[in-house]
């Protein structure tokens, strides 16, 4: 075997090596599941539960490892009256853990447009960390077509 062919046959090796790692680290990161937070009472109450256990388990936690996926928040309730910029001072504890728990990417939060506006209210009357879902109950079915855990 030429010294040309041994370099292909090498080159060749390592892009399905390459390839083949891809793949996998693919196949890993689709299948890794999406944690939600399962709010069914539509509560500030039931809201602080969560966010104080997901700000728990992000300190008990190795810090310097990344996790995968956020935990999902998806409101579509009066939960999310609390992310209303003109009620800040009345929840700020716990507007102020859920924008901490969103920078270290512990969580992500969302509101339903379809709630704020039955409500009449507009998405930029929400704390600017929190996101928006055009249907609540939507993106709750898709995040359920993928693999996922609630939280």
């Known amino acids: 075997m030429d010294r040309m062919s041994t370099h292909r046959s090498y080159f060749l090796a390592l892009l399905a090596l390459l390839f083949l790692c891809g793949s996998a680290m693919s196949f890993a990161a689709e299948r890794s599941p999406i944690y939600l937070a399962d709010i069914r009472l539509h509560s500030a109450a039931e809201l602080k539960l969560l966010l104080l256990r997901a700000d728990a388990l992000y300190r008990q936690s190795d810090k310097r490892s990344s996790v995968s996926e956020p935990v999902t928040f998806i409101l579509h309730g ?51 960390f929190v996101g928006t879902v055009e249907s609540g109950l939507e993106a709750l079915e898709a995040i359920k077509q993928r693999p996922f855990r609630y939280f």
Do not use: M
């Open 78 to 128: 009066d939960e999310a009256r609390v992310f209303l910029q003109s009620r800040y001072r009345q929840n700020q504890a716990l507007v102020d853990l859920a924008a901490k728990l969103t920078a270290l990417k512990v969580i992500e939060i969302s509101v339903c447009e379809t709630w704020l506006g039955g409500e009449g209210l507009e998405a930029s009357s929400l704390v600017p």
